[in-house]
């Protein structure tokens, strides 16, 4: 596509409930970022993949949250018993290549748990 | 945490006037990206300062990295209405993956 795609744009989750954010990266972008961007602040980083291998993950507030990126290309921001400090906008960013590139937001699934 | 510091917080400013937003770490930066995020919209991608020193300018933007690579600003001349939002720096940690974010600094320009 034309540029990154994420979805849901909204979700609102029960305490508890397991959730999914799906990220479509610019194809043949190497690198891919997951962030957290609570309101009023910058984006948090929580995990980076290089193609399928995820580099570095310690942004990851817990054992609660995962991702996965298993072909390269489409990754999957997954939360499990999600509690009411998960609610931000996940927001996905690719690059051509690695830190040094630009990197291209989508427009950031807004996680609400109620 | 935020591990780049970047203030102020916020700037409010009359039309025309300047206005300079300043990024610091305390661990040296391998590079320094800026990104202006709208309101209810993404981070989009502005300009990556590499070099010690370095000085860029974009139209009324002129973007600066320190000597050290631990600072960076962001400065606009006679701002405009369009240039509400909230400018954002984003730094690699030397010798890390770490693409750091700092909190932000939101512009309102009164008209």
């Known amino acids: 596509g034309a540029g990154v795609s994420q979805s849901p744009r909204y979700k609102v989750a029960k305490r508890g409930q397991d959730v999914a954010l799906r990220c479509d990266p610019i194809?043949?972008?190497?690198?891919l970022f997951w962030y957290q961007q609570a309101l009023g602040q910058g984006p948090e980083f929580l995990t980076y993949?290089?193609?399928?291998?995820?580099?570095?993950k310690s942004g990851l507030p817990s054992d609660r949250f995962f991702a996965e990126r298993p072909e390269g290309s489409v990754s999957t921001l997954k939360i499990q018993r999600t509690q009411q400090e998960d609610s931000a906008v996940y927001l996905c960013?690719?690059?051509?290549?690695?830190?040094?590139?630009?990197?291209?937001f989508g427009q950031g699934t807004r996680l609400t748990v109620v | 945490g935020q591990q780049v510091m970047q203030i102020p917080q916020y700037q409010h400013v009359q039309e025309g006037e300047d206005f300079t937003t300043y990024c610091n770490s305390s661990?040296?930066?391998?590079?320094i990206q800026w990104y202006k995020q709208r309101p209810g919209g993404h981070p989009v991608f502005l300009i990556q300062?590499?070099?010690?020193?370095e000085v860029k300018k974009q139209k009324r933007l002129t973007f600066q990295f320190g000597e050290a690579k631990k600072n960076s600003s962001l400065h606009i001349t006679a701002t405009q209405t369009t240039d509400v939002g909230t400018y954002f720096c984003?730094?690699?940690?030397?010798?890390?993956?770490?693409?750091?974010f700092g909190a932000g600094t939101r512009l309102t320009v009164k008209p």
């Open positions: 960013a690719s690059s051509a290549d690695s830190f040094l590139a630009e990197a291209f």
């Open positions: 661990t040296t930066l391998s590079n």
């Open positions: 993949f290089q193609n399928e291998a995820q580099l570095d």
């Open positions: 194809s043949g972008h190497v690198s």
């Open positions: 300062l590499v070099k010690s020193g």
């Open positions: 984003a730094g690699l940690i030397y010798n890390n993956n770490d693409m750091r």
